[in-house]
């Protein structure tokens, strides 16, 4: 099964890469929709596409770099030589003990340089989806003397390629070549920050100091809004029960219109979500998007629009009562009312596979990794998702209601299944301009069903989180 799993994966991948490369033999951002849009021709006196093998190359050095830094640093896993590459392509794919935020977020991150280097080379999604695939490869057989972890492989891989396609349109909007002296100097350096493998190829080629007034970066209408309150995270339904307290500041951010055109191309829109605490919980609280590859609207004569398509998930959430994180794709459904200035009404639902996914277990202690000597807390496997939400928009603020379900089968931990639903709604109100005040209460419930049940219990348990903000809208 596991075997299956990983070949089919690698032959999706490369099949995706092979038919990027032949769809969009020009730049991908030549294929912009604004009314300023270059002629490809001159895109590529501008911007030229680099050769495919540079992004690779680089990709290797940036291997090299992590893996010199880890060495030096005294990482065991890092003593690596003949013998240890010889050994991971002898033993081939198994799984590593690495801690949730590693695996579920840490490796993404690596993976959205991988993934940028190419993407900032001229290459669109697919194509860059390969080469951070290869640089995933070449880390996992080379650079560890740990066997090659197949749930690295896919969360590096495809994960980095989510978020490594929404750090890059995100840095799309700050991009402004006709800007120069300090204006320039602070854009540059939040591209930097946003998408480092960006920078870089900007920095090489010369295009961190250029100024031109043509326009070259495709940049849709976004909306979103940033928020900053208290959380508190106890066990149980009960509101009024005492947990942690934790300031926490958010991020909800929607790229493009998702019913805007006819026909939708690969992250015409995504939703972003983040969280970060600052006591008593993991510093990285949340960090979710969903993203559209491909899709159609259809209009109604009362202005009305429906929607569906395929969509792209990933999900990290991680406080002291539970840990999620799944990455996946599917297809999804939407509507969205006729516009009106006092009301206006949007759903949506997605049903999609998750390829990796991970949940905290009170089991998966026991069930030690037989090469090293430690056991990793959470259970991991592939399963699917259920996503639906919906958003009320009144004069005077918004209702949104959202309802996640995630089933992993657990491949490596407890033996079994986990079921997680949450469901979040969120209450906002104006009270000046673009500030508003809101209350968010989100309810997580897990069942565990174990086939072991000599040793392991099935498992119900609840708890609850309760935010209280003030925000703005941008």
């Known amino acids: 099964m596991r075997k299956f799993f990983l070949l089919f994966s690698v032959v999706l991948l490369v099949n995706q890469t092979l038919l990027g490369q032949f769809l969009y033999s020009t730049n991908a951002d030549s294929l912009m929709q604004n009314s300023n849009t270059q002629a490809p021709g001159r895109w590529q006196k501008y911007n030229p596409q680099k050769p495919l093998w540079v992004p690779v190359i680089e990709s290797f050095a940036q291997n090299l770099l992590m893996g010199g830094f880890n060495f030096a640093t005294g990482s065991e896993f890092a003593k690596i030589g003949a013998s240890t590459i010889a050994h991971n392509f002898e033993r081939g794919w198994s799984t590593d003990a690495d801690g949730f ?6 490796h993404p991150i690596q993976g959205t340089m991988y993934y940028n280097f190419a993407r900032s080379s ?4 697919w194509v860059s989806l390969g080469v951070a695939t290869i640089g995933s490869w070449q880390w996992e057989f080379f650079m560890e003397n740990e066997p090659p972890a197949w749930n690295d492989q896919i969360m590096t891989a495809y994960g980095g390629s989510l978020i490594g396609e929404t750090l890059y349109r995100i840095s799309s909007l700050i991009v402004d070549e006709s800007s120069v002296g300090a204006e320039r100097f602070w854009r540059e350096l939040g591209v930097g920050v946003i998408n480092p493998a960006r920078l870089f190829n900007r920095l090489i080629s010369g295009r961190t100091s250029r100024v031109t007034n043509v326009y070259f970066y495709k940049k849709e209408h976004f909306l979103g809004e940033v928020a900053f309150g208290a959380n508190n995270v106890a066990d149980g339904t009960n509101i009024e029960s005492k947990g942690n307290n934790s300031p926490v500041l958010t991020l909800d951010f929607a790229y493009g219109r998702l019913f805007k055109s006819s026909k939708i191309k690969p992250f015409d829109f995504f939703r972003f979500k983040a969280a970060l605490n600052f006591k008593n919980q993991p510093l990285f609280g949340q960090l979710s998007l969903y993203n559209i590859f491909a899709g159609n609207v259809i209009k109604y004569r009362n202005k009305s629009k429906f929607l569906y398509g395929v969509f792209g998930y990933f999900d990290y959430i991680d406080n002291n009562a539970y840990q999620v994180g799944a990455t996946g794709a599917g297809l999804g459904i939407g ?26 277990s009170e089991y998966a202690r026991d069930n030690d990794v037989d090469f090293l000597d430690s056991a990793r807390v959470y259970n991991m496997g592939p399963g699917a998702l259920v996503k639906a939400e919906t958003i009320l928009r009144f004069s005077f603020g918004s209702l949104y209601i959202g309802y996640d379900l995630w089933w992993i089968h657990t491949w490596d931990g407890a033996p079994g299944d986990e079921l997680i639903g949450m469901l979040a709604p969120k209450l906002r109100v104006r009270v000046y301009q673009n500030w508003f005040v809101g209350l968010e209460y989100l309810l997580y419930h897990r069942v565990g069903k174990y086939s072991d049940h000599k040793h392991y219990d099935d498992i119900n348990y609840k708890s609850n989180e309760q935010r209280l903000f003030i925000g703005y809208a941008f």
């Open 335 to 360: 509507f969205r009312s006729k516009f009106k200035r006092d009301f206006h009404f949007i759903g949506t639902l997605n049903l999609g596979a998750i390829f990796m996914g991970g949940a905290n």
């Open 101 to 106: 935020p590693t695996n579920m977020l840490g």
């Open 122 to 125: 001229g290459y669109n999604y």
